[in-house]
């Protein structure tokens, strides 16, 4: 099936080739950090987890997303998502993809990385982390592959794909929760320290995720003879108005638990995302555009009226992804460092340089995408003509 | 085999590291240390080696002051090729001064006794007991020895700052660049750093193994108490029994072994 990707459009070349600028642009920069050291990012002793951490934080969730496509396809029997099954596949491949790109960019001694595997260490989330990542990416790859191999000769596709999509579901929740255990197991890190990190973190993927496949299911009926289908764009529609809500309302928890308690420690992180601290505030236009934009989004996402409507429903689709971004991209991993331990305020604002970076490692991860669905949707083609 | 030999480089007090040349300051603190060598290769513990069930320090901050502070951290800096990076971001400490409502953020309140809010307090590594950043770490490149000093294996130390997510007490530096260019002097009997990688105090593991007590506590001239804390005869014991003392954090668990008497 691979010779379907080499089979494209003037545009679709064009964009291959706008993506893969970006990518050697950001790989030229990469080559600075790796000489200079990670320095030449933002990050500093205290706040030592920045851009790149955070966008592999958020990317898992994306990631895990594709999860609400193949439960309720094989364990609810919801026939309408075999459609697109291979869609959410591919976009969970193409996001781990991304996050292990940007683990790699984060690490200050980059080729020391067997290190994780060479020296196992099972008590530390981080190792677990990369075991589930890696399996989930080796899951979606051969799972998407191979029905997708047998749609295309129309027969059945083997059985022993099914116990690995039986695992591969269970395993998309653990990928964000180990995930968010790197961040609520850390004693002294009050923002951090709940609970209910790792469901806020599920609930945030099951809003975002389903959102950039909606917007991906739009452009992919635009540019192909392939239409995922509006039943299919609707139900992911109703999935992200839920995973939204869920998240909202587990941030408010958060925020009663924290305010009601009192504890300073707790408050603080808070305070500072969303009011600043003297003087000390990027963040807080950021994270009021993060809520705004929720609160909006969810405010057109339960409106039938607006949901269906198919003219507003990208771009709620795309202030949801905005509003999710954010939240994690941005607010959880700074404000999780100011104040630092020792109460501190040292900001965190990413560097041209290192905004670059994370540019190429997006653009390597839109290349795998762009040619992954392109696979897909050719098979698709295929069958409709 | 690599490894254990470089694990041997702490946990063996003659530090052997078999194979290794030119690894002349290595070699010249084994003469000054006499390690008894045995047949083949075999090493037996320098017994000079200072040794302990469980080292702590308790910081007397009633003898601390300008005129020892300083020259205190400078000790520890220079035995240890600290770099003196004077951009805030990169820098990279092992000994300073906070006040009392950063060393202490969760003690802090409104009407605290006028000195101790204008005292400095030296602050580090609390080798804590149940170190968080040992359970962080994916590739044991920070470890906690039988004796309770926690390590750094700076040639393990992949760079993921996990460790100093961990450390709820901001004891940990992360080379930023390249430290060498900002060692002022290097000392030959101490690895300098590379960039990438995290460093921390490491209550000079590597005297003691030569039965030096830690630079800080000797340039403290009493004002740091250093020994072993399940030994009840030792002095650390019998300063613990006299004084009130505090430790950072306490209620997170994590087991500070070091002591501030305020």
């Not at chain 1, 129309?154 to 794909?161: C, L």
């Not at chain 1, 928890?253 to 601290?277: D, N, R, T």
């Not at chain 2, 770099?83 to 950063?102: A, G, L, R, S």
Request: hydrophobic share 45%; net charge positive.
């Amino acid at each position: 099936m691979l010779e379907t990707a080499i089979k494209g459009s003037r545009n679709y070349w064009l964009w291959l080739a706008g993506l893969a600028a970006v990518f050697c642009l950001g790989f030229l920069v990469y080559l600075n950090q790796l000489s200079f050291g990670l320095g030449i990012t933002g990050m500093n002793r205290d706040v030592t987890w920045g851009f790149y951490i955070a966008q592999f934080t958020f990317l898992v969730g994306v990631a895990a997303s594709a999860v609400m496509l193949v439960l309720p396809y094989y364990l609810h029997d919801y026939k309408a998502f075999g459609r697109i099954t291979i869609l959410g596949e591919f976009l969970a491949v193409a996001s781990v993809s991304m996050c292990l790109f940007f683990i790699i960019v984060d690490l200050g001694q980059p080729q020391r990385i067997l290190n994780v595997w060479l020296h196992p260490t099972p008590g530390s989330v981080l190792f677990w982390d990369t075991i589930v990542l890696n399996g989930y990416l080796l899951l979606n790859i051969v799972i998407g592959w191979k029905i997708l191999e047998a749609e295309r000769s129309s027969i059945a596709p083997p059985k022993w794909v099914k116990p690995l999509i039986y695992l591969s579901i269970p395993w998309a929740v653990s990928i964000h929760t180990v995930t968010a255990f790197l961040y609520c197991g850390l004693p002294g890190r009050g923002f951090w320290l709940t609970a209910i990190l790792a469901p806020r973190f599920l609930a945030s993927a099951f809003a975002s995720g389903p959102a950039f496949l909606i917007v991906l299911c739009f452009i992919v009926r635009k540019l192909t003879k392939f239409d995922p289908g509006t039943v299919q764009i609707q139900t992911l529609a109703k999935i992200v108005t839920y995973g939204l809500i869920i998240n909202v309302f587990f941030l408010l928890c958060e925020v009663f638990v924290v305010f009601y308690s009192g504890i300073p420690e707790h408050m603080e992180h808070f305070k500072y995302l969303y009011a600043g601290h003297d003087g000390h505030g990027v963040l807080v236009p950021w994270m009021w555009t993060s809520a705004a934009l929720a609160l909006l989004s969810i405010f057109l996402l339960i409106n039938p009226a607006t949901r269906k409507n198919e003219k507003i429903l990208p771009f709620t689709c795309v202030m949801v992804f905005v509003a999710m971004w954010i939240d994690k991209g941005l607010g959880l991993v700074s404000g999780g460092f100011v104040p630092s331990p020792l109460h501190h305020f040292n900001e965190y604002v990413p560097t041209l340089k290192e905004i670059m970076i994370t540019f190429g490692v997006y653009a390597l991860g839109f290349i795998i995408l762009t040619v992954l669905f392109k696979i897909a949707v050719s098979v698709k083609e295929e069958l409709v003509s | 085999m690599e490894k254990s030999s470089r694990r041997s480089f702490f946990k063996v007090a003659g530090i052997s590291l078999l194979g290794i040349s030119g690894a002349a300051p290595v070699l010249n603190s084994f003469a000054e240390s006499q390690v008894s060598h045995t047949v083949e290769g075999s090493y037996v513990k320098n017994e000079s080696t200072l040794q302990a069930k469980r080292w702590g320090m308790i910081i007397n901050t009633k003898e601390l002051s300008e005129d020892n502070v300083p020259s205190i951290i400078e000790a520890c800096h220079k035995a240890h090729n600290v770099p003196n990076i004077d951009n805030k971001k990169h820098e990279v400490k092992w000994i300073w001064e906070e006040e009392f409502k950063h060393a202490f953020p969760t003690v802090n309140h409104d009407f605290l006794n006028e000195r101790v809010e204008n005292l400095k307090f030296l602050v580090f590594c609390n080798h804590c007991n149940n170190p968080p950043c040992v359970r962080a770490c994916p590739t044991k490149a920070t470890f906690k020895r039988d004796d309770g000093i926690v390590l750094m294996d700076f040639h393990r130390c992949i760079g993921c700052r996990f460790c100093m997510a961990a450390c709820p007490y901001g004891s940990r530096s992360f080379n930023f660049e390249n430290p060498r260019p900002f060692i002022e002097e290097t000392n030959p009997l101490f690895p300098t750093r590379m960039k990438g990688v995290v460093e921390k105090c490491n209550f000079c593991a590597e005297r003691l193994a030569v039965g030096k007590i830690p630079a800080c506590v000797e340039a403290a001239n009493g004002a740091i108490v250093f020994g072993d804390l399940n030994d009840p005869e030792s002095e650390i014991r019998q300063v613990l029994k006299e004084n009130y003392t505090i430790r950072r954090k306490p209620a997170l668990g994590t087991g500070p072994s070091v002591y501030y008497i305020v």
